[in-house]
Each structure stands twice: as structure tokens, then as C-alpha cells.
């Protein structure tokens, strides 16, 4: 029992740094509707940005700037092909991620960089709230309270950006491009634009998984979009009910976050690593499924019981004694 | 205001399907000038307004606008000059967004777009009463997604969006062919409205020769890439579908076959 809490705790910090690179496909795969292939090379160059960048002597901190530029530089690539060359979107960015393998290696110099006795930024916190506070937080827990401050920041500072005029622009072009030109904007600055900011976000959430795991390694962002599919997915099916903008980008971490926790358990039962990405596949294949099976008359009332949970918990739904 | 100066334009050019679809087309358009464009499928009307709006580059020839030369800039730059309304309902709007956010997409067309609040309180009185002039109650749906609004709203919609800031010159691509007939009436009404509140230049692709005869001052026939039969003023006024129909004959020395245009 109390290896399961613990692995429920470490999931939950793990979900909240993937959570970020989720955020980063969500921007790309539903306000673009641009199936972009670039997470996985993106994600990996973080990491191994970060990794490498610390290991030289970088300022942890300095370390993740770097990564979340490397992440902005490729989505640039990626929309510069796509844009410029008019090479379809997902080859595009399976030319960009293709490249990042190699030049992931370079920037490492091997296939996996440790950051052993090297100071992250959870090390740094962890510190300071030990200096300030005389707490000794377990590193989950650190991981966890950086976690969330690092995902509440991205969300408020993305409902900002798509409430703006660009970000406005950016959200129309997922919804009808013709229109965004007729308006008199130019749809590739806005594409280009959109790619920049998710990719810039998957590089930060690879540096911060990097330093968390306590190594970069050239293969860590293997499935990372099929990862943030499946969140994406499970988010919007559980939390339909959040219908603003701010709620979506909530959900999709939630997702995150849930997406973690069946994985820990599944491991918990006996699974190994290995069988993880069947896992993946499964699941996503169910939470796609559920529309369908919700026509029929028992998931109806089983997603009726879940829903009412559901916004128990977040408060979403008034208390009929209140009411009377 | 608009001068189109030999304009071709032929697409697929060297293979099996190559289509001349602009010849030499020359066409003068005065300010306030409300024209309507008839001509069988293929004459290359769409053709011609989608070449004024720069969705594709033009082979050779000159289009300038309000004393402009734009024939070589991009569609995003010459949105700045030109309202657009489109024949397919889906095309004008963002579904996923609400009305007042579209309509705010359009109130910026032709500025820079920076990272001000992509709509201004202050703006949402002015989107309101815009909005109670299409008389269809959008008024009091501000925040409601465009995808829940049936085609002809979006028609309207649209084009409210295309007048919003007022455009040297506005282009209607058959905006009413998708509606049905009452519909299309009230569309076609609301185009007269606009248009002439506004004293706009304009130019409307159609399909119905009794609305081309009816609205606007005048009327241009075209027929395998070119203006054939160019009217206006009086004349126009007194003209009778069966008149523009011999007209096409003479013209174009074929039989106007073309179930739309004969059952309209």
C-alpha cells in the first residue's frame, strides 16, 4: 500500500513536468490543428541541452532558458519547411525530429548524460527552502511544488497570449486559414509562430524531466507525442465539462497527470518498462473510443455516475440541498 | 478605383488539364460602381475576383486598386483594401470562435496584429449594434460559438465582417448560392443595405440573372476568360433575362446552356 502512495506521488510530479510538453502538443495538435512530429526530437533536445549545459558549469536555471530556446529554434525549422517549402506538416516535422537525433548526440558528445553531484534546479530549491525554512522536502515533494508553480505560470501566460490579437490570429488559423488571410494576416507568420511556442514548451519540459530523472538521454523523447496524444485525450474526456480556454489547457494537464498514475500503477502490478508503450497505445484507444461507447445505455449511466463525481470534486456542480 | 489591364491567368499549364481561365481581361471600375458578374461555369468570374483578392498570382497583366498597384502582393497584404464574402458559409468565419472574437478578427483586417487584448470591451458595444442591424438577433449571442450558426447567419455574419472596416472595394462570390431562396433574399437585402449606407465599390459574382439585372448599377457578362457584354445606368435598368440570354448568343456565338441560370 504505501509503495503504491509513494509511487502516486512520484507520478503526479512526473505528470506536472510532462504536463508542460503536453501543453506544448495541445497548442500544435488542437488551437493549430497541426499534426506536429517535432515533440520527440524537441523533447530529447531539451533534455540533452539542459543536461549538457549543466555539466559545463551553466546555472541550472540559465540551463533550462537555453533548452526552451533550442525548443523554439526547432519549431522554427519545422515551420520554416512547412511554410517556405510547403513540405506537408507532418513530414516537416519528421524531418526536424529525424535531424535532432543526430544532433541531439553531438550536443551530448554520448548517448546518455548523467548530472550526477551536479546541482539542478531541484537541488537549488530544495536547498533554499532548507535555508529559509529549516524544511527538508523530499525531492518528489520539490518536484511537485516546482512542478506546479512552473505549470500555473505557462497556463496563465498561454491564456494571456491567445487572448491577444496574434493569439487570436493563431487561433483562427487552426479554425479556417482562408478566413485569417481575408483578414489581412499572413497565416505563415502565425503557423511558424504557434510551432515556436509549442516546441519552445516541449524543450522546457524536457530539460526540467531531465534534471529530474538526473540524466539526458538521446532517446527520452521516444513516444513523447504519442504521450501527450494520450493525455490530450484523456483530459478532454474526463473534464468535458471545462469549457473555457484556461479550463482546456487545465484538463490537458490533468490528463498529464492521470496518464502518469495508470502508468505507475500498471507498473505496480507487475508490468515492465518495456510494456509501456503498449500501454500508451491502449489507452489511447480507449479514451478515443468512449464517444463511441457512450451511446450505449450502460456507459451512458456509468459516464453519468463519473461526471457527477468528477465536478463534485472540482465544485462544479451546486448541491441540490442548498438549493431547496 | 479597380483596373484590371490584360490580365491571363491558366492553370495546370502543360498538362491534360490546362485551363485557360482569364483572357485579356480588361475591366474599369468607378468608386460606388455596384457590379454584378454573370456568365456561364467556367467563364472565369470566381476566377477573376479570386485574382483581385491575390489568392493565386496572375501570368501577366496589371491589377491596381484605389491608384495601387498590388498585382504582385501577397492576399494577406491586399486584405487591408478588400472585403471578401464567399459562397461556401464556412469559409468567411472561424466556427470555433465566438462572434464577437470574429467580428473583432475582422475589425483588425489590414492592421498589425500585436499583443494588445485581441478584443476591447469598448469594441463589444460597437460589435452589438453592428449586430442588431442584421435584425437576426446575434445581438444577444455575442459569446456564442459561429459553428452553432446556421448558414445563413454566417452569410450575414460574414458579411457584416467584410464592412466592418470599410474596404475600397468589397467582393461577393456567389455569397448567396448555398442559401435557400429566403434566405438568400434577406442576404441579398442586407448587400444592398451595406453597400449603399456605406457608398462601397463593389463587385458580385451571381448565378441569378434577375438579381444581376435588379441590384447594383451595372451589369458585366463574361464568357471564356474575358468581359463580353458590359452595361449600366438606364439601359440596365430595362433590361429582361431573355435580352441578357441573346446577348450571349450574339456574343459568344453558343447557346446559353445552363440549367441555374435558365430555371432562375
Known amino acids: 500500500m504505501e509503495g503504491i502512495l509513494l509511487a502516486t506521488q512520484g507520478a503526479i510530479a512526473q505528470g506536472i513536468l510532462w504536463g508542460v510538453m503536453v501543453l506544448g502538443v495541445y497548442i500544435t495538435f488542437r488551437v493549430l490543428d497541426f499534426p506536429d512530429m517535432t515533440v520527440d526530437g524537441s523533447f530529447a533536445l531539451g533534455g540533452a541541452v539542459c543536461a549538457t549545459m549543466i555539466t559545463k558549469g551553466m546555472n541550472p536555471f540559465l540551463a533550462v532558458l537555453v533548452a526552451i530556446l533550442t525548443g523554439v529554434l526547432a519549431g522554427y525549422v519545422t515551420g520554416f519547411l512547412h511554410t517556405v517549402f510547403q513540405i506537408p506538416g507532418i513530414l516537416a516535422g519528421i524531418l526536424t525530429q529525424i535531424s535532432l537525433y543526430s544532433i541531439n548526440l553531438r550536443i551530448m558528445g554520448r548517448s546518455n548524460l548523467p548530472l550526477l553531484k551536479m546541482d539542478t534546479v531541484f537541488d537549488m530549491v530544495q536547498h533554499a527552502v532548507y535555508n529559509l525554512t529549516g524544511l527538508e522536502l523530499a525531492s518528489v515533494h520539490v518536484a511537485l511544488l516546482i512542478g506546479t508553480i512552473m505549470a500555473i505560470l505557462v497556463i496563465c501566460l498561454l491564456y494571456w497570449f491567445f487572448g491577444t490579437e496574434i493569439g487570436c490570429a493563431i487561433r483562427a488559423t487552426g479554425n479556417n486559414e482562408y478566413m485569417v488571410r481575408a483578414l489581412g494576416q499572413n497565416t505563415n507568420v502565425t503557423k511558424v509562430m504557434a510551432l515556436m511556442l509549442s516546441n519552445g514548451l516541449i524543450g522546457m519540459s524536457g530539460a526540467m524531466v531531465a534534471m529530474y530523472q538526473g540524466f539526458g538521454d538521446v532517446s527520452m523523447g521516444t513516444g513523447a507525442i504519442v504521450i501527450g496524444l494520450a493525455s490530450i485525450v484523456i483530459g478532454e474526456v474526463l473534464f468535458k465539462s471545462f469549457k473555457s480556454f484556461f479550463g482546456k489547457f487545465m484538463s490537458v494537464v490533468f490528463g498529464a497527470i492521470i496518464y502518469r498514475i495508470i502508468v505507475a500503477y500498471v507498473l505496480q502490478l507487475g508490468l515492465t518498462a518495456s510494456d509501456l508503450k503498449l500501454l500508451t497505445a491502449i489507452v489511447v484507444a480507449i479514451a478515443l473510443a468512449v464517444p463511441v461507447l457512450a451511446k450505449y445505455t450502460f456507459f451512458k449511466k456509468l459516464s453519468r455516475t463519473l461526471h457527477y463525481v468528477f465536478a463534485r470534486l472540482f465544485g462544479k456542480v451546486k448541491r441540490q440541498e442548498g438549493e431547496q | ?264
Open chain 2, 1 to 264: 478605383m479597380l483596373e484590371l489591364r490584360n490580365v491571363y491567368k491558366t492553370f495546370n499549364i502543360g498538362t491534360i488539364n490546362e485551363k485557360k481561365a482569364l483572357q485579356d481581361l480588361n475591366l474599369h471600375l468607378n468608386p460606388k460602381d455596384f457590379v454584378t458578374v454573370i456568365g456561364g461555369n467556367g467563364a472565369g468570374k470566381s476566377t477573376m475576383l479570386n485574382m483581385i483578392a491575390g489568392v493565386y498570382p496572375i501570368d501577366s497583366g496589371m491589377i491596381i486598386l484605389d491608384g495601387q498597384d498590388i498585382t504582385n502582393k501577397p492576399e494577406y497584404k491586399r486584405a487591408a483594401m478588400l472585403g471578401r464574402v464567399f459562397q461556401d458559409p464556412m469559409r468567411g468565419t472561424a466556427a470555433g470562435m465566438e462572434i464577437q472574437e470574429n467580428l473583432a478578427m475582422a475589425y483588425r483586417r489590414g492592421k498589425r496584429r500585436g499583443l494588445s487584448w485581441g478584443i476591447k470591451s469598448e469594441e463589444k458595444e460597437q460589435y452589438r449594434e453592428a449586430l442588431k442591424m442584421l435584425d437576426l438577433g446575434l445581438e444577444d449571442r455575442m459569446t456564442s460559438k459561429v459553428g452553432l450558426l446556421s448558414g445563413g447567419q454566417r452569410q450575414a455574419l460574414t458579411l457584416l465582417m467584410a464592412s466592418l472596416q470599410k474596404p475600397k472595394l468589397l467582393l461577393l462570390d456567389e455569397h448567396t448560392a448555398a442559401l435557400d431562396p429566403k434566405t438568400a433574399k434577406k442576404v441579398l437585402d442586407l448587400t444592398e443595405h451595406i453597400v449603399e449606407t456605406q457608398e462601397l465599390t463593389a463587385l458580385m459574382v451571381t448565378h441569378n440573372m434577375k438579381d444581376a439585372i435588379h441590384i447594383g448599377n451595372r451589369l458585366i457578362m463574361m464568357y471564356d476568360g474575358h468581359v463580353i457584354y458590359d452595361v449600366s445606368g438606364e439601359e440596365k435598368k430595362n433590361l429582361k433575362v431573355d435580352d441578357l440570354l441573346q446577348k450571349f448568343v450574339t456574343a459568344s456565338g453558343e447557346e446559353f446552356a445552363n440549367d441555374r441560370m435558365m430555371l432562375a
